[in-house]
C-alpha cells in the first residue's frame, strides 16, 4: 500500500465523514464538515504529484483514484439535495453518468485494460469540485452569519438558488458530454462485451 493508494483511500473515508458533519444544521459542524471536504479534495491532487513525481503508477491506483472521485462528489451532491440547494434531477444524472462510467471502467479491467481519466474527465471533476465548494461554502458563510449582519455580508447578497442552479447546471452538462465522450471511444470495447 504505497502514499498515493493510502491517499485515495482516506477521500474514501473522508467523504462520508465532512457531509455527516456539514448535515447538522450548526456553524461548528458546518465548518468542519467544509474544511474536511476541503481536504479530501487536496488529497486528489496529492496522490496524483505524489504518483507522478515518484513514478509511482499502478493499476489499483488508476482505477481507485477516479472512483474516490465519484465517490466524494456523488457524497456531497446527495447531501445538498437532502438540504433543498440542489435540484434532484441534475444530481441523477450527474451520480448516474459516474456509475455508468465506473462500471465502463469494470468491464474494461474485465478485458485486462485501464482506462485512465481524459483530458474532459479531468476539467469536468474540477468544475464538479468548484461547483460543490461554492455551494458548500455560501451554506457554510450563511449559517455562521445567520445570527448577524458583518458589513461585508451586503456584497454577498443575491440569489442563491439561481447561482445555484447556474452552477450545477454547468456541473451537469459537461458531467454529460463526458461520458458521450468516453462512450464514443470505448463503444467498440462495450459492443464486444456485450455481444
Known amino acids: 500500500m504505497n502514499m498515493p493508494n493510502k491517499l485515495t483511500l482516506s477521500r474514501i473515508i473522508l467523504s462520508p465523514v465532512s457531509m455527516a458533519l456539514f448535515m447538522v444544521e450548526t456553524p461548528l459542524s458546518r465548518i468542519a464538515g467544509f474544511i474536511i471536504f476541503i481536504v479530501a479534495g487536496l488529497t486528489d ?6 504518483a507522478r513525481k515518484y513514478g509511482i503508477v499502478t493499476g489499483f491506483g488508476k482505477f481507485m483514484d477516479p472512483l474516490a472521485d465519484k465517490i466524494l462528489v456523488a457524497t456531497a451532491l446527495i447531501a445538498l439535495v437532502s438540504l433543498g440547494y440542489a435540484r434532484a434531477w ?3 444524472l450527474i451520480v448516474g453518468r ?3 462510467m465506473t462500471g465502463i471502467r469494470a468491464l474494461a479491467a474485465y478485458r485486462g485494460a485501464v482506462i485512465s ?6 476539467v469536468k471533476t ?18 455562521v452569519t445567520a445570527k448577524s449582519s458583518p458589513p461585508l455580508l451586503i456584497l454577498l447578497l443575491f440569489n ?3 447561482a445555484y442552479d447556474i452552477a450545477m447546471g454547468i456541473t451537469t452538462v459537461i458531467t454529460l458530454y463526458t461520458g458521450l465522450d468516453y462512450t464514443i471511444k470505448y463503444y467498440s470495447m462495450l459492443k464486444d462485451v456485450l455481444k
Open 117 to 122: 481519466p481524459s483530458f474532459w474527465a479531468k
Open 160 to 162: 442563491r438558488q439561481l
Open 98 to 100: 459516474e456509475f455508468y
Open 126 to 143: 474540477a468544475i464538479q469540485m468548484t461547483a460543490i465548494i461554492f455551494i458548500l461554502f455560501m451554506i457554510t458563510l450563511d449559517t
Open 90 to 92: 441534475m444530481v441523477v
Open 45 to 50: 491532487l496529492a496522490d496524483g504529484h505524489y
